[in-house]
Each structure stands twice: as structure tokens, then as C-alpha cells.
């Protein structure tokens, strides 16, 4: 039970937050947005999926992924495919010349389905390729990467590359793929229409919930042996693999579950926004997701999701009211984190927030002798790494 | 082959082949500035592009205001826009590393996410100041027109000039990195910065230009750029994935690998265009780069260092 609270639950600390975290996603939010507001909630907290990841690959792990974007994408892909196959049923489609295809098929004259959509018409299969497609995919890439001890920026390079095919493939196939729109017009989810209200609030209900499942299950890997080897991987490679560990199976393992996680993500994207588009997969959002957890805190996981609602408020806000200003913005976000806050709010956070805490305790308490306090300052930096997450 | 003579054939493949020889042109123009800040400095610019486009930008604004004010001497602007850009990108560069690349030398992936914001910031100048349309330079007459050899084969004289620009930028690279006592300087501290340090080398000031330097090549690709094409506020990004890819694929520190991997991607790419669309070839000269990265991650050619 102890081990259960330490570990999965992050102790004290880590119940609080994301107790505080729950609360805000399930209650306050809810409360006090109207369903179009809280649908834009909900899209941000999509993407909280991938910052979550990228926390896992880039924070603990040291592997800067510039390829989240394709698994989001990949993910949203698959289940927009099931979608459209719904909506495309032959008795709504009459009107095409060959019925029972998606529109953008028959526009660009295919007559028959393409072999790898068949199989998205069955739903335990789609709920499936959401997570097997982009997982595979991040199998071969890290085999092929980590095996051969690539690593750091050429790691970021080619991943962003990947991120690029991606984009070029879907948008140049459009008879396959739906091209630069996308896939549009989602209705129905086994005949329950997504678009209502009462089907958005529910949506919104299960992302939340996914969200906490992942941060939950998230910490339960960083918390474990798994998660320290990560931290010693991430700062002293060479001492790890020389103490006898497989360095690149680890590297894999968690490139897998990132890219997983953002895959949930992708799906859930799809359903509440009700298309998937290229602009969703590419080397732009991709590296955007980065900022989102670097804001957050690149060794927290509930900072990346405070992270990723912080920047994507900004952007609808400053994108509606000042278009010209949020490109400075953005680009001056990714400096400033970079430069001075390198672990985000959850590092101001420790930083400041964590010493007025204290100081309002200690108001109430005796001085601590000073001989404890040098012992607890070396311990600082270990300590403060295990509660931030 | 549906219909072709054997004459038309030549033909084609003399142009196709010269097509890849632009595209050549242009990826190492953009790829040699990258080589000397990414390959030997180990600093991901990711606003590289922003830097080209800063030359284009130039070039355009040198072109309307000669012909505004001095229209007798529009065949000539050409070089002295050149000169400009460089300065231009120079000077920015300077700037840029005083400001920011300095403090994260240490920090690479981090170095990659703050010029990545720098190159959003640059994109929304560009677009405040010359607005969201691509814009043109007036070109001098002397690079319009084409050159004809035979009856079917048409080379563009601004490709020829592109080409002759690059194997003269690629020389003066190679002797300011190889011969020049800076040069040596520069090899020095990327090399071994505390020795270089201990022998009297600035290797502070040694970084600065060598950033600068690179802008500033940049800079020559945009007003190189021109002749081809029209500039956008976005025209860097296009080719920042590629450009990167260059320098990856011909091996960092290796500036002879960079000639050589600009020059087979750019011709795998335009002869696989000529047999299918243009985003199959691209995504399969993509695909092609990567695996080969996969096979060799130290790239084409790579120089032997004890780590």
C-alpha cells in the first residue's frame, strides 16, 4: 500500500497535484466554460497526450523527439479512417459514382476501397491500429536508431525528417489519404453522433480520464527501476551500458510507449474535433508539442499538461485577437524557456514557490539546526527530480 | 519510351541532368553555411533558412530600388546585392551569437528549440515588412534567356550562373577553412577547445565568426536564390529539412562530404522526378537518405576523432 502511494501516486506532493490537476479538468473546467470553450479544452488536453510523452522521451530520457507529431497524427489517422468509413456507408454516399467509398476517394476517381482501409471497418481492430500502428513504427525506428547508437541531435534530425515524409506522402496520395484537407465530415461512432453536446461532454469526460490514466501510468514507469535507469542513461550513458544494461532495448521501450501515448492523443483529437488533418502531423506541431512540455517542465508530467493548456490558450487567444503578434510570441516563448526557465513552471515552482511554502511553515516552527540543512541541500537535486514527478 | 527519338532522349537527360545540377546549386549553397556552424561547431541553427531568405530579401529590396532610382544600372546591381547580403547576414549572425548561441554551446537540443523561436520570430518580420506575397527580383538582362546548344536542349543562363556562383563559394570555403591562418583556427577549437584556448587562440571570437561566416553564406544562397525563384516569408523552411539532411548525410565534419551528398541527393531526386510525381520522388529520396543514415549514422564520409 506504502509503495503504492510512494511510487504511483508520487507521495504527498504528487497526490495534491494531481488531485488539484483532476479537480480542474473534471469540475472547475466544466463549470464555468460553455460546451464550445470546453471543446477547445478538450482539444488542448490532446495534445497534453503527446507534452506527457514527450516528458517520458525527452525529459527523463534525454532524446529530443521531433517526431510526436506523426504518432499524434498517426493515431488521429486511424481512428478518422474508422470514422469515414462509418460516414461513408453506400446508403449516405447514393449520389457517387461508386457508392459506399469515402468522398475524396471518389473524387479522384477510385472505384474500390484501398486493401489497407478494409480493416478499419471493424472498431476492436481501429482501437487496436491506434496504438499498434504508431507503436510498430516507433519500434523500427528506435531498433534502427538506437541499435546503431545514434543518438542526441541526429536523432532529432532524422525524426523530423520522418515527421516531413509523413506529411509529403499525405498530402501528395490524396485519392488514399484525403490529401492537405484531410479527412472531414465525422459523424458517427457506431451510429452515436459525436457532434451533439451531450456526445462532446462525454468525450471530454473520457480524454480526461485517459489523460490521468497515462500521467498515472507514466509515473508508475519513471517510478520504477526503469525510471532511474533512464535518469542514469540520460546524464552518463557510457557508465550505464559499461555497468552491464542493454542502453538501446530501454531507449526503445519507452520511444514506444511516447509514441503510443501521443497516439491516444491522435485518437481522441479525432473525435472531439471531428477531422484529422496533414497540419496535425508535421515537422510545425511536432516541435510545437516540445514547447508545450518544455513550458510545463521538461521532468514533469503535470506541469506538461498545465504546459500544453497554457501555450494553446495563448495561441486561440492570440490568433483571434492579435494574428500579428503570436508568431513573435511563440518564437520568444521558445527562447525565453530555453534561456532562462530551462525546467518551465514546474521548475519556478520548485524554485519559488516551494521556499514561500516553506517560509509560511517555518513561520510557525522552530529553525531547523544547521546540521540537518546541509544534509537536506545535497539531497536537494535528487529529491527535487523524484517530486517533480 | 512512348514515342521519344533517340535525339529528344539525349535531350532529356541532358536537361534533367542539369535540373539536378541546379538543385545541386542551391542545396549546397544552403548546405556549405550549415556545414561550418552545424558541422564544425556542432550548433543546430534551425533558423538557417531565415538567414537565406534575409539574403533574398536583400537582393529584392536592392533590385526595386535600383530600378526606382538608378534604372541605367540594373544589369550591374546584381553583385553588389550579393555583397550586401552577405554583410547583412553577417552582422545578424554576429549578433545573434553574441545574444544567444554563447550561452548554449553546452546545450544542443536546446540550442535546436531556441533558434527553431528565433526562426519564428524572423518569418513574422519578414512578413510585417515585404507582407505574406512572394516577391521578385528584377534580373539583369544578362541572366534571362538560355543557352542552346542543339536545336532541342535549352539551359537556362540563371542556372549556369547559379552553378558558377556555387563552385566559386564552395573554393573560397575551402581556402578560408583550409589554407587561411583563420581557417586553422577554427579547425583548431572545434577540435580541441581547451588546447586551442591554451595556445593563444580566442576561441570566443573563433566561434562568433564561424557562426557569423555561415550567416553570411546564407545570406549569398538567398540573393542566389532570387535568380531562380520568388521569396516568401516562409521560403527558408522549405528547405531547412533538406539542407540538414545534406549536412547529415555527407558526415558532419566532413566538407567534401557535404558536396557530395548535396550532389547525389539533388540528382536522385530530379531524375526519380522525371518518373513519377514530385512528392514520390521526394519522399522516396527521403526515405533512401535515412536508411542509408540507418546503415552509416556517421554519414558518407567521416573523420576519424577519439572520443
Known amino acids: 500500500m506504502k509503495a503504492i502511494y510512494n511510487n504511483l501516486l508520487g507521495g504527498r506532493q504528487g497526490v495534491i497535484g494531481l488531485a488539484l490537476l483532476a479537480a480542474l479538468i473534471f469540475l472547475v473546467l466544466p463549470m464555468f466554460l460553455d460546451i464550445f470553450r470546453l471543446n477547445l479544452v478538450g482539444k488542448y488536453l490532446t495534445y497534453a497526450f503527446a507534452a506527457v510523452s514527450l516528458v517520458l522521451i525527452w525529459g527523463y530520457g534525454g532524446i529530443l523527439s521531433l517526431g510526436q507529431g506523426v504518432f499524434f497524427g498517426l493515431g488521429g489517422y486511424c481512428m478518422a479512417m474508422f470514422l469515414k468509413l462509418e460516414a461513408s456507408s453506400p446508403e449516405n454516399t447514393a449520389i457517387q459514382s461508386t457508392p459506399g467509398i469515402p468522398d475524396f476517394m471518389d473524387w479522384n476517381q477510385l472505384t474500390q476501397l484501398p486493401w489497407f482501409w478494409e480493416p478499419f471497418n471493424s472498431f476492436p481492430f481501429t482501437l487496436f491500429a491506434i496504438l499498434a500502428v504508431p507503436g510498430l513504427l516507433a519500434y523500427i525506428i528506435g531498433v534502427a536508431m538506437f541499435k546503431r547508437r545514434v543518438g542526441g541531435v541526429y536523432f532529432s534530425i532524422i525524426t523530423q525528417a520522418i515527421a516531413a515524409i509523413l506529411t509529403i506522402l499525405i498530402v501528395g496520395q490524396q485519392g488514399l489519404t484525403g490529401g492537405i484537407n484531410g479527412i472531414t465530415d465525422l459523424k458517427t461512432l457506431h451510429g452515436w453522433d459525436i457532434r451533439t453536446d451531450s456526445a462532446k461532454y462525454l468525450l471530454y469526460y473520457i480524454n480526461g480520464g485517459l489523460l490521468i490514466g497515462v500521467i498515472l501510468l507514466s509515473r508508475f514507469i519513471l517510478s520504477s527501476k526503469l525510471g532511474r535507469l533512464l535518469l542514469a542513461m540520460r546524464d552518463k550513458e557510457d557508465r550505464v551500458r559499461f555497468s552491464g544494461y542493454d542502453v538501446s532495448n530501454f531507449k526503445i521501450f519507452i520511444f514506444c510507449v511516447a509514441a503510443m501515448i501521443s497516439a491516444m492523443g491522435g485518437a481522441m483529437f479525432t473525435l472531439q474535433v471531428g477531422f484529422m488533418s496533414p497540419s496535425f502531423v508535421g515537422i510545425v506541431p511536432s516541435i510545437e508539442m516540445v514547447i508545450f512540455a518544455a513550458v510545463g517542465g521538461r521532468m514533469s508530467l503535470i506541469g506538461a499538461v498545465y504546459g500544453a493548456l497554457i501555450v494553446n490558450y495563448g495561441k486561440t487567444y492570440f490568433s483571434e485577437t492579435f494574428p500579428e503578434l503570436w508568431l513573435f510570441l511563440m518564437g520568444g516563448l521558445f527562447i525565453a524557456v530555453v534561456m532562462f526557465f530551462p525546467n518551465g513552471l514546474a521548475g519556478l515552482y520548485e524554485k519559488h514557490g516551494k521556499r514561500i511554502m516553506e517560509k509560511i511553515k517555518s513561520l510557525r516552527r522552530k529553525p531547523t539546526p544547521p546540521a540537518e540543512k546541509t544534509l537536506a541541500a545535497g539531497n536537494d537535486t535528487s529529491a527535487a527530480a523524484r517530486e517533480a514527478a | ?307
Open chain 2, 1 to 307: 519510351m512512348g514515342g521519344y527519338t533517340l535525339t529528344e532522349l539525349g535531350s532529356i537527360f541532358v536537361m534533367q541532368g542539369f535540373a539536378g545540377l541546379s538543385l545541386f546549386s542551391v542545396l549546397l549553397l544552403m548546405a556549405l553555411g550549415l556545414a561550418i556552424i552545424f558541422g564544425q561547431m556542432g550548433v543546430i541553427n534551425m533558423a538557417h533558412g531565415e538567414f537565406m531568405t534575409i539574403g533574398a530579401y536583400t537582393t529584392v529590396m536592392f533590385s526595386v530600388l535600383t530600378a526606382k532610382f538608378a534604372p541605367g544600372f540594373i544589369d550591374y546591381y546584381f553583385p553588389f546585392a550579393m555583397l550586401v547580403s552577405f554583410l547583412i547576414a553577417f552582422g545578424i549572425g554576429y549578433f545573434v551569437e553574441f545574444a544567444m548561441i554563447r550561452h548554449l554551446y553546452k546545450r544542443p537540443l536546446d540550442t535546436l528549440l531556441a533558434t527553431w523561436g528565433l526562426s519564428l520570430i524572423m518569418q513574422q518580420i519578414f512578413r510585417s515588412a515585404f507582407g505574406a506575397r512572394e516577391v521578385s527580383a528584377t534580373l539583369p538582362e544578362w541572366l534571362l534567356g538560355s543557352f542552346q546548344p542543339t536545336e532541342s536542349i535549352d539551359i537556362p543562363l540563371n542556372g549556369i550562373f547559379v552553378m558558377g556562383l556555387t563552385v566559386f563559394v564552395t573554393l573560397g570555403v575551402f581556402y578560408f577553412l583550409f589554407k587561411s591562418r583563420w581557417g586553422l583556427r577554427v579547425r583548431a577549437t572545434t577540435q580541441n577547445r581547451i588546447m586551442a584556448g591554451a595556445v593563444g587562440i580566442n576561441t570566443r571570437l573563433v566561434d562568433r565568426v564561424s557562426f557569423a561566416l555561415g550567416c553570411g553564406i546564407a545570406g549569398i544562397a538567398g540573393a542566389a536564390f532570387t535568380t531562380i525563384t520568388s521569396t516568401g516569408p516562409t521560403t527558408g523552411t522549405l528547405y531547412i529539412v533538406d539542407t540538414f539532411l545534406v549536412v547529415v548525410f555527407g558526415g558532419a565534419a566532413s566538407l567534401f562530404g557535404t558536396i557530395a551528398s548535396a550532389f547525389s541527393i539533388a540528382q536522385a531526386q530530379s531524375i526519380m522526378e522525371f518518373f513519377m510525381t514530385g512528392s514520390m520522388a521526394k519522399v522516396l529520396t527521403l526515405l533512401t537518405i535515412i536508411g542509408i543514415l540507418m546503415l552509416r549514422p556517421e554519414g558518407l564520409f567521416s573523420i576519424k576523432v577519439r572520443k
